[in-house]
């Protein structure tokens, strides 16, 4: 019997078996089967075996809430973000440049994407800083078109942090010091119907001294500069303290937090000098009895680092829950230190010994060290370093100290590796997450109109887009699926 002879409940069973290329093929033979191609449940199905049992990168939310074009643009773009990945040299599909702040006025960029809307976001300094947004999704001659801004008179903007749950009404918090005293606004950008525009509005507003560090859906984390890190429900207030093992009297001393990692019953805190992991906190009312500091049940302390990022592995391994990744650059205050150092991949593996309510810790300390990656030190405007759960990873390469080698490459280098996980295997369960095998590569650099300085770096692996900013004002976003 030929194909097209069988009832189209068979037909789908068929397209079942195909891989997404051969779905793609197979639609372009007729009518009929271009139509059964573009159902919901032929890309349901080819998503669950093809991207999700095989952990790539995949943007977080309810896939049953997916229309089944968007279903079959994110798997497809999974399966192209593999594919650049694992390419001898990964290099950006696209690259789109514009003119995002003024010279030497560029503090930072972040990708804002919501369903429906890829924005990215731009702090700039001027008379008054402010927020930027543009759309990426419309571009013209000079860029992506501007389509909102944020600022408030006779106030500074510090920090910018995305609310990494893309379906929550917030899309980010923002630090704000006026006369005198630090607020924290908790923002989302809202279309403006009828036209192209955005509004940033404010959700909550809270007055503290603390820095905002990262906000996923409604739980905020902010910290001080030394001990004290807060997790907070930004809607009801409710928090919890984590106090850090390592305390000094010199005030001036700063031990920053620079990442958290809600991870499996258990928060991990990472600073300056050390990294602590805290049991999972119980939330207290705002008002009423302070609440008790959390001591964390595990502590370790690299030295000085100036660039951390954590993630945990997606990879699939036999241990019941996610091992945790860590990637550090080491800082040092020697102008004579050698030019060669490395950046250092750790992993914390779960305790086998842990089950709640114990008191253990349900990572095991210290970190182990899995991989090492040569690099070169020197003079960087953004030690920023990102690290997504699929393994990828990123940083900046400063230029070379040496006049010669400085001569022969002038510029800065966004550089990037690929650690034994979803983007680097073959789907397989991974006998040990501390295997080696990482590839490293160059990924991107900037001449024209002259060599960039770069002060800022985002990255989403589920996307597959990276954001660089540069000390002249330019932005430039690259594309890798």
């Not at 192209?196 to 809270?206: G, I, P, Y």
């Amino acid at each position: 019997m030929p194909l097209l002879g069988l009832i189209d409940d068979i037909l789908l069973i068929v397209l079942e078996y195909l891989n997404v290329q051969e779905i793609l093929l197979i639609r372009q033979t007729c009518t009929r089967l271009r139509a059964l191609t573009r159902l919901r449940s032929v890309w349901l199905t080819a998503c669950a075996r093809h991207v999700l049992a095989v952990r790539l990168p995949f943007p977080r939310g309810r896939i049953d809430d997916l229309s089944a074009v968007e279903l079959e643009r994110r798997t497809r773009r999974a399966l192209r973000l593999k594919a650049a990945w694992a390419a001898p040299k990964p290099e950006p599909r696209r690259v789109l440049s514009f003119q995002g702040g003024p010279l030497n006025g560029l503090l930072d960029v972040r990708f804002v994407l919501r369903p429906g809307h890829e924005w990215i976001v731009t702090l700039c300094e001027g008379i008054w800083p402010k927020l930027v947004c543009w759309d990426l999704q419309r571009v013209g001659e000079r860029g992506p078109t501007k389509v909102g801004e944020w600022s408030c008179m006779g106030a500074t903007i510090r920090d910018v942090v995305v609310n990494s749950d893309m379906t929550n009404d917030a899309c980010l918090v923002i630090s704000v010091v006026q006369n005198g005293r630090q607020r924290l606004e908790v923002q989302a950008i809202q279309p403006v119907p009828g036209n192209s525009r955005v509004t940033f509005d404010t959700l909550k507003t809270l007055q503290t001294a603390y820095k905002p560090v990262a906000l996923d859906g409604d739980i905020l984390a902010i910290s001080n500069e030394h001990t004290e890190t807060r997790i907070v429900n930004w809607r009801s207030e409710h928090y919890a303290i984590l106090q850090s093992t390592e305390e000094t009297e010199d005030e001036t001393l700063h031990d920053r937090c620079l990442q958290v990692l809600v991870a499996h019953a258990s928060i991990l805190v990472a600073r300056a000098r050390s990294v602590d992991l805290f049991p999972m906190a119980d939330l207290h009312p705002p008002h009423g009895a302070a609440a008790p500091a959390s001591r964390p049940v595990a502590t370790y302390s690299f030295g000085w680092i100036d660039g951390i990022a954590l993630a945990p592995v997606s990879e699939r391994t036999a241990y019941p829950y996610p091992p945790l990744a860590i990637l550090i650059r080491a800082e040092s205050g020697d102008p004579w230190a050698s030019d060669i150092h490395s950046l250092n991949r750790h992993i914390l593996l779960p305790n086998p010994d842990f089950a709640p309510p114990s008191s253990s810790a349900p990572y095991v300390f210290p970190p182990a060290l899995a991989d090492k990656i040569p690099a070169t030190r020197g003079f960087l405007r953004c030690a920023e370093l990102a690290l997504g759960a699929g393994g990828s990873a990123l940083w900046i390469r400063p230029r070379p100290r040496d006049a010669a080698e400085a001569f022969l490459a002038p510029t800065q280098m966004l550089c990037g590796a690929v650690f034994p996980g979803p983007l680097n295997g073959e789907g397989r369960v991974a006998e040990s997450v501390i295997s080696g095998g990482v590839r490293t590569f160059e990924v991107y650099s900037d001449w024209a109109p002259r060599p960039a300085t770069w002060t800022a770096l985002d990255y989403v692996e589920s996307r597959g887009c990276i954001a660089l900013g540069a000390v002249d004002g330019r932005v430039t976003v690259l594309f890798m699926a």
